[in-house]
T-cell receptor, first 115, second 112 residues
Framework: DAGVTQSPTHLIKTRGQQVTLRCSPKSGHDTVSWYQQALGQGPQFIFQYYEEEERQRGNFPDRFSGHQFPNYSSELNVNALLLGDSALYLC??????????????FGPGTRLLVL | EDKVVQSPLSLVVHEGDTVTLNCSYEVTNFRSLLWYKQEKKAPTFLFMLTSSGIEKKSGRLSSILDKKELFSILNITATQTGDSAVYLCAVDGGNYGQNFVFGPGTRLSVLP
């Protein structure tokens, strides 16, 4: 049973550049959420995708955008990178949105460093 | 604004001790509360709680939710060095979709 996978594992960019992170959900899951986790803090919700649409969004600027593909995999794009975007980016997958929703299972994350 | 508070933020115990981690929350639309263990990168799922008073148990770990008082506790009995990690509490307060608000975590260190 394949778990959540993310790529790349590490990334170094400079200010102003753009980055794309990728996520494949756990087998059988159809919903993908993205989180930003700064050092020493809990994950902060960026947005959630279901049926190829953004369904819920946290308090992040429009520089953060995403996409979900028909096979449920997802991308997170960040434009005009700032030093403060340096963080661990976590992808989590779950099944459906009905009722209480399902538990989210996390991938290993992408460590982004902006210089 | 939805908020999740965890206490203590840091805890150091010796092997064999029992610990209780606390999570309190304020959300407009509560759907569920989850506990995760984070050792290096990916948080690993421990429990999902939706109903008050029903204890969830897995080995030496257990958790319970009080929706009236808006808190949950995570108990770990007979701690081992492998329990050393950050324990995260998250509450789903989403409306149209899931929106998990995470607390800052409790860093547990278990000494031999």
């Amino acid at each position: 049973d394949a778990g959540v996978t993310q790529s790349p594992t590490h990334l170094i960019k400079t200010r102003g550049q753009q980055v794309t992170l990728r996520c494949s959900p756990k087998s059988g899951h159809d919903t993908v959420s993205w989180y930003q986790q700064a050092l020493g803090q809990g994950p902060q919700f960026i947005f959630q995708y279901y049926e190829e649409e953004e369904r819920q969004r946290g308090n992040f600027p429009d520089r953060f955008s995403g996409h979900q593909f028909p096979n449920y995999s997802s991308e997170l794009n960040v434009n005009a990178l700032l030093l403060g975007d340096s963080a661990l980016y976590l992808c989590a997958s779950s099944l459906g949105l009905a009722g209480a929703g399902g538990a989210q299972y996390f991938g290993p994350g992408t460590r982004l460093l902006v210089l | 604004e939805d908020k999740v508070v965890q206490s203590p933020l840091s805890l150091v115990v010796h092997e064999g001790d029992t610990v209780t981690l606390n999570c309190s929350y304020e959300v407009t639309n509560f759907r569920s509360l989850l506990w995760y263990k984070q050792e290096k990168k990916a948080p690993t799922f421990l429990f999902m709680l939706t109903s008050s008073g029903i204890e969830k148990k897995s080995g030496r770990l257990s958790s319970i939710l009080d929706k009236k008082e808006l808190f949950s506790i995570l108990n770990i009995t007979a701690t081992q060095t492998g329990d050393s990690a950050v324990y995260l509490c998250a509450v789903d307060g989403g409306n149209y979709g899931q929106n998990f608000v995470f607390g800052p975590g409790t860093r547990l260190s278990v000494l031999p």
